[in-house]
């Protein structure tokens, strides 16, 4: 544990945000992999049905994200609340925060395993999702809320570890049941002539591997990430806590996908071919935006466990490394996607059509990137002193009203593919600038500097002797 706080603590941070974030990167991108891997398998081996197979699944994606998303949210207040404690040897609240945590995964994953059902028909109903597509979209859904308790499990899981600064574990973890979900994917399609309901289980026990394999590694854990079964209960103020920062943060999460709901109804309605080729390029367009999002995340840990630390000075600068370090690695990523980016929508579908109306979304949405990495990054810097709400009101403010706006009054004047596009960048841009505006009016980290220096100034003032020492 004493090397894990160094890492965060102490050395430099250059070297270690980086060596943190790009787990996280690679987890994001493996994690993306288990729906990628689902729409380029049906869509290669399931013949004449491979183009609604694969807009089945890809319609399900931003419901799956919205339903998900929230409780991976509300798992960053966990992390939030474990690197606190952690910066300050507070090892009740660590092993407090650590059960509470996995019940919450539990609870909420049955929930949504169980209530899910119920809302799976109008939810697809409402995506205008084709009638050839819709009864393959519905056993999908259907399936994967089944699997959320496992799902939701290892998120949490994750979250406890990155909290206490391994980012290692989780990946080498989903790596693993990244190459068993692949291996059944092609069992049940190709195999057993399964199609999207194939996909979904393979997914679904792929998960549910992943996060087995770290329950047992925070029950066998030596160290102060320790699960003990024996004293699983939740603790009040800990939940609090937990709350407090994550629901902002799952609404924040949330609401990219509410607003891509709406997004997704719009360009439904523009027919199959649309749909399987904006589902293709989504699916490679998020490997960019895990590179982003890893430093967003990062940021939430290292300003965490240094203001648990009462290092503020080091906070601020924990924010400049984030931001560069981001900015040049999406740059590069982006750069090299565009390069192979027609190459690789045809990992998806052959389609000539497919493939460049994906490229077409991609040259769009690529460039807006840099707006996403600054939000992000200054959300969780903000999120890491417990900021949670302000973020979460204002991305949702940003990102979900000019879209729902949009759907609603330029679409249908203008009813293309492109239009619908346009306002990725449009919305991504305006959250950029509420952030930006948000972090210069709260100043965490001065304002704690200020008033250390006015509370110093004050005690000298009081006790002169100590300004002679």
Known sequence: ??????????????????????????????????????????????????????????????????????????????????????????????????????????????????????????????????????????????????????????????????GAGDTKTPLFVLSISGVLNVILNLVFVIGFKLDVEGVAIATVVSNAMSSTILLIKLIRSKTII?????????????????????????IQSSVFSIANV????????????????????????????NVLASFGQACTTFVGQNYGAHQIARCKQILKVCLTESAMLTFASIVLILCFGKN?????????????????????????????????????????????LLPAFLTSLSICGSRISWVAFVFPNFPSFQTIMMIFPISLGLAALSLIVALFIKRPASKILQKEKESQELEVKNKPELALE
């Open 1 to 162: 544990m004493d090397q894990q706080k160094s890492t965060m603590l102490y050395g430099s941070l250059w070297k270690n945000v980086f060596l943190f974030a790009i787990p996280l990167a690679f987890t994001g991108i493996l994690q993306q992999l288990f729906n990628a891997a689902d729409i380029a398998i049906v869509g290669q081996f399931t013949q004449e049905r491979g183009a609604a197979a694969m807009a089945a699944v890809g319609a399900n994606a931003p419901i799956v994200a919205l339903l998900l998303n929230f409780f991976v949210g509300i798992s960053l207040g966990s992390n939030v609340v474990i690197a606190n404690a952690i910066g300050s040897n507070q090892n009740g609240t660590i092993h407090s925060a650590i059960g509470t945590s996995i019940l919450i995964a539990l609870a909420g994953g049955i929930l949504l395993a169980i209530g899910g059902q119920w809302i799976v028909d109008p939810l697809l109903a409402s995506l205008s999702v084709p009638s050839e597509v819709m009864n393959m979209a519905t056993i999908y859904l259907r399936i994967y809320l089944i699997g959320m308790p496992v799902i939701l499990l290892y998120n949490f899981e994750a979250a406890i570890l990155r």
């Open 226 to 250: 320790h699960l003990d079964l024996r004293h699983l209960d939740f603790n009040r103020y800990v939940l609090v806590r937990i709350l407090r920062i994550g629901i902002p943060a799952g």
């Open 262 to 289: 709406i997004v997704q109804g719009a360009t439904n309605s523009l027919g199959t071919l649309v749909m399987a080729a904006s589902s293709a390029a989504m699916n490679i367009e998020i490997f960019a935006f």
């Open 344 to 388: 690789l929508l045809s990992i998806f579908n052959g389609d000539p059509d497919v493939i460049n109306l994906g490229y077409m979304r991609m040259m769009i949405i690529f460039p807006a990137y840099a707006f996403s990495l600054t939000y992000d990054v200054i959300s969780g810097y903000l999120r890491g002193f417990g900021i949670s």
